[in-house]
């Protein structure tokens, strides 16, 4: 074994070796090799030996470190780690495999018959398994150091510095990166992911590449597997997707929801950065290993997908909006980090899972439209009270309007088409030019729609009309506070709620018509000359007939929605008891002096105030008649 040198002496030595090693050094001597020497010149054969001695020198230099660091010594250092024990040493170690690799290079296109070929060869040999065994130790060392976010802010920091083929990441930089952040675990792994760079780039560039992408593939790919694996992914086949019971499907639903953005921003991301920055110098290369090592990524990308297929319900849309929503926020960070041709297909099976997703979405809308129409229940709602498919559409659609950023991209190109099967009357409802409103809101304003001609339809089934506009008053006021109370009010606008409070209005203005016309019209006109007392009498005996036959009939009505109770009784009042009061005070003085006074002047003034002030409850005051 060649004599043990310093490092001190070594750089010395390497610093006159790069300059006879130089471009013009190497072109010099091969240009006096190439032009044949003549008899008569005695120095012709000067440069040959000279160029031949130096190349020998440089093999005789690097001997002494690299079998130093033989892997198959039985000295120390077979089982103690070069780059761990003394970077100065290891960098000495990686600058003599590139002295080697020139002289080796010099040696086979100037003197290929050379005896020192081989003793260059054995010592290559010898380099790379020590390169390959450190590359090993330091990936299966980092496996919990080499962090995504450590590996990210390193790559950030200079791609220039990247570049450099022997960079270790000397003190000064270390020092650095630990004063602006004291964690040691960061500062050790951008140290070893800067030794794993510069292993890979000595060992690419003396032609070991295979070697070292082999281990590199097999240890971050068993790394990355074994992170989707902590965060709960994994492999299903279709049909175990189907036959899923939902609420495990729920749990499989939520669990990648938790997973997918870790997945992408801090699992695949800093793997792309480790990746990227290790063999920086050959984007082939990179490119080729994080396409195996990021496989996995398909099965992540392709379970929205399956989920898409299961049967459509309309509870279902919800976990599915939220799929569509987790995969169309990191879709950018998919595409950025999935950008080479040999990653296409994990970025394509993201592109197809919201593909499947946004199809899935509007079927259900689209079912669910067809369940609000063809509701063929026939059970009135006794007092003309809010029907239960009010409650459940309105909150339905009150739920989509609270993923309405999702639903715009969805439902973008398939506003829905206006039903010609529809009552003309159902037009008349809040509505949207489809051409200058948001698609979402034209979509969602038209299940309500919807909604208003199956009530309309439904109120039909009253035989009293009266109830029937109080059952359409209560159920669209019902849906107006649902609309002003959640997202849907800044969804539809002001105009929109406007036009369906105006309804209300309409549809409480005609029942009030409708069921106190008579009682109203039994009362003599304001202003109206006094009448006799027989006529008086028979006044009062018509309004007491017509106010207990419209109380009695309505004393089971409800009005749910207490400003609207309030109003309705207000209004009521408003036209009733000064009209009353006027013709009560009028007559009473003549009357009292007709017998049987109190059997036909039943009700006083106040009196009406209490029975108007029980109704809409749906129970009737006590003793009434």
Same mark, same amino acid.
């Given at each position: 074994?060649?004599?043990?040198?310093?490092?001190?002496?070594?750089?010395?030595?390497?610093?006159?070796?790069?300059?006879?090693?130089?471009?013009?050094?190497?072109?010099?001597?091969?240009?006096?090799?190439?032009?044949?020497?003549?008899?008569?010149? @005695?120095?012709?054969?000067?440069?040959?030996?000279?160029?031949?001695?130096?190349?020998?020198?440089?093999?005789?230099?690097?001997?002494?470190?690299?079998?130093?660091?033989?892997?198959?010594?039985?000295?120390?250092?077979?089982?103690?780690?070069?780059?761990?024990?003394?970077?100065?040493?290891?960098?000495?170690?990686?600058?003599?495999?590139?002295?080697? /690799?020139?002289?080796?290079?010099?040696? %086979?296109?100037?003197?290929?018959?050379?005896?020192?070929?081989?003793?260059?060869?054995?010592?290559?040999?010898?380099?790379?398994?020590?390169?390959?065994?450190?590359?090993?130790?330091?990936?299966?060392?980092?496996?919990?150091?080499?962090?995504?976010?450590?590996?990210?802010?390193?790559?950030?920091?200079?791609?220039?510095?990247?570049?450099?083929?022997?960079?270790?990441?000397?003190?000064?930089?270390?020092?650095?990166?630990?004063?602006?952040?004291?964690?040691?675990?960061?500062?050790?792994?951008?140290?070893?992911?800067?030794?794993?760079?510069?292993?890979?780039?000595?060992?690419?560039?003396?032609?070991?590449?295979? &070697?070292?992408?082999?281990?590199?593939?097999?240890? /971050?790919?068993?790394?990355? !597997?074994?992170?989707?694996?902590?965060?709960?992914?994994? &492999?299903?086949? @279709?049909?175990?997707?189907?036959?899923?019971?939902?609420?495990?499907?729920?749990?499989?639903?939520?669990?990648?929801?938790?997973?997918?953005?870790?997945?992408?921003?801090?699992?695949?991301?800093?793997?792309?950065?480790?990746?990227?920055?290790?063999?920086?110098?050959?984007?082939?290369? $990179?490119?080729?290993?994080?396409?195996?090592?990021?496989?996995?990524?398909?099965?992540?990308?392709?379970? @929205?997908?399956?989920?898409?297929?299961?049967?459509?319900?309309?509870?279902?849309?919800?976990?599915?909006?939220?799929?569509?929503?987790?995969?169309?926020?990191?879709?950018?960070?998919?595409?950025?980090?999935? !950008?080479?041709? +040999?990653?296409?297909?994990?970025?394509?099976?993201?592109?197809?899972?919201?593909?499947?997703?946004?199809?899935?979405?509007?079927?259900?809308?689209?079912?669910?439209?067809?369940?609000?129409?063809?509701?063929?229940?026939?059970?009135?709602?006794?007092?003309?009270?809010?029907?239960?498919? #009010?409650?459940? %559409?309105?909150?339905?659609?009150?739920?989509?309007?609270?993923?309405?950023?999702?639903?715009?991209?969805?439902?973008?190109? +398939?506003?829905?088409?206006?039903?010609?099967?529809?009552?003309?009357?159902?037009?008349?409802?809040?509505?949207?030019?489809?051409?200058?409103?948001?698609?979402?809101?034209?979509?969602?304003?038209?299940?309500?729609?919807?909604?208003?001609?199956?009530?309309? $339809?439904?109120?039909?089934?009253?035989?009293?009309?009266?109830?029937?506009?109080?059952?359409?008053?209560?159920?669209?006021?019902?849906?107006?506070?649902?609309?002003?109370?959640?997202?849907?009010?800044?969804?539809?606008?002001?105009?929109?709620?406007?036009?369906?409070?105006?309804?209300?209005?309409?549809?409480?203005?005609?029942?009030?018509?409708?069921?106190?016309?008579?009682?109203?019209?039994?009362?003599?006109?304001?202003?109206?000359?006094?009448?006799?007392?027989?006529?008086?009498?028979?006044?009062?005996?018509?309004?007491?007939?017509?106010?207990?036959?419209?109380?009695?009939?309505?004393?089971?009505?409800?009005?749910?929605?207490?400003?609207? $109770?309030? &109003?309705?009784?207000?209004?009521?009042?408003?036209?009733?008891?000064?009209?009353?009061?006027?013709?009560?005070? #009028?007559?009473?003085?003549?009357?009292?002096?007709?017998?049987?006074?109190?059997?036909?002047?039943?009700?006083?003034?106040?009196?009406?105030?209490?029975?108007?002030?029980?109704?809409?409850?749906?129970?009737?005051?006590?003793?009434?008649?």
């Amino acid at each position: 074994m060649a004599r043990s040198e310093t490092p001190r002496s070594i750089a010395a030595k390497r610093g006159m070796l790069a300059r006879l090693f130089s471009s013009s050094t190497t072109l010099s001597f091969s240009s006096s090799l190439s032009t044949p020497s003549t008899p008569s010149t @005695p120095s012709s054969s000067t440069p040959n030996m000279f160029s031949e001695s130096v190349m020998e020198e440089t093999i005789k230099n690097v001997e002494s470190i690299i079998t130093k660091w033989d892997p198959n010594s039985s000295s120390i250092t077979r089982v103690t780690s070069l780059f761990h024990s003394n970077r100065e040493e290891a960098e000495d170690f990686l600058e003599s495999v590139k002295d080697l /690799r020139r002289a080796m290079h010099a040696l %086979v296109s100037e003197h290929s018959t050379s005896d020192k070929l081989l003793l260059a060869q054995n010592l290559m040999q010898i380099a790379m398994a020590r390169l390959e065994k450190e590359f090993y130790q330091i990936l299966s060392a980092a496996r919990d150091q080499i962090d995504p976010e450590s590996i990210s802010a390193r790559s950030s920091e200079g791609s220039s510095n990247l570049e450099d083929e022997n960079e270790l990441g000397s003190e000064e930089e270390l020092k650095t990166a630990g004063e602006s952040n004291t964690n040691v675990e960061r500062v050790t792994a951008l140290a070893m992911s800067s030794d794993l760079k510069s292993i890979a780039d000595c060992m690419i560039s003396s032609g070991y590449s295979i &070697e070292c992408i082999k281990i590199y593939k097999l240890i /971050r790919k068993s790394i990355v !597997d074994e992170g989707l694996y902590l965060l709960g992914i994994e &492999e299903f086949k @279709p049909s175990q997707i189907l036959k899923m019971n939902w609420e495990a499907l729920e749990h499989q639903i939520k669990n990648w929801l938790n997973a997918v953005k870790i997945a992408a921003k801090t699992l695949f991301s800093g793997e792309k950065a480790l990746c990227d920055h290790v063999f920086s110098a050959s984007q082939t290369i $990179r490119e080729s290993c994080f396409s195996e090592i990021t496989i996995g990524g398909l099965n992540l990308f392709r379970f @929205p997908e399956l989920v898409a297929k299961c049967k459509k319900l309309p509870e279902r849309i919800f976990p599915l909006l939220e799929l569509y929503e987790a995969l169309s926020d990191i879709r950018p960070d998919v595409e950025l980090i999935f !950008d080479s041709e +040999s990653t296409s297909k994990i970025k394509q099976q993201a592109v197809s899972s919201l593909h499947g997703l946004g199809e899935s979405i509007r079927a259900i809308l689209s079912d669910f439209e067809s369940t609000i129409q063809k509701d063929s229940s026939k059970t009135l709602i006794v007092g003309g009270g809010i029907h239960p498919l #009010t409650q459940k %559409v309105t909150s339905y659609i009150s739920s989509l309007a609270d993923y309405s950023r999702i639903l715009s991209d969805i439902v973008a190109d +398939s506003s829905p088409p206006r039903n010609t099967a529809f009552p003309e009357a159902c037009f008349e409802s809040p509505n949207y030019d489809a051409s200058s409103t948001p698609a979402v809101s034209v979509h969602l304003a038209w299940l309500i729609l919807v909604l208003l001609c199956k009530l309309d $339809r439904k109120a039909e089934g009253y035989k009293d009309m009266s109830l029937s506009y109080l059952f359409l008053a209560n159920n669209l006021q019902f849906v107006l506070d649902k609309v002003c109370t959640t997202r849907l009010y800044v969804l539809l606008g002001e105009d929109w709620v406007f036009k369906l409070a105006e309804k209300v209005i309409q549809y409480a203005s005609t029942y009030e018509t409708m069921a106190w016309g008579n009682v109203f019209s039994s009362l003599p006109e304001k202003n109206s000359p006094l009448l006799s007392p027989e006529a008086a009498k028979e006044c009062f005996q018509r309004f007491n007939a017509a106010f207990e036959e419209a109380y009695k009939k309505q004393a089971s009505w409800v009005v749910p929605d207490k400003r609207l $109770r309030d &109003e309705l009784k207000v209004s009521i009042a408003k036209e009733l008891i000064p009209a009353y009061r006027e013709f009560y005070d #009028t007559h009473k003085v003549m009357l009292r002096r007709v017998k049987d006074f109190e059997v036909f002047v039943r009700f006083g003034p106040d009196d009406l105030g209490n029975y108007l002030s029980d109704l809409f409850h749906g129970t009737a005051i006590s003793g009434s008649t």
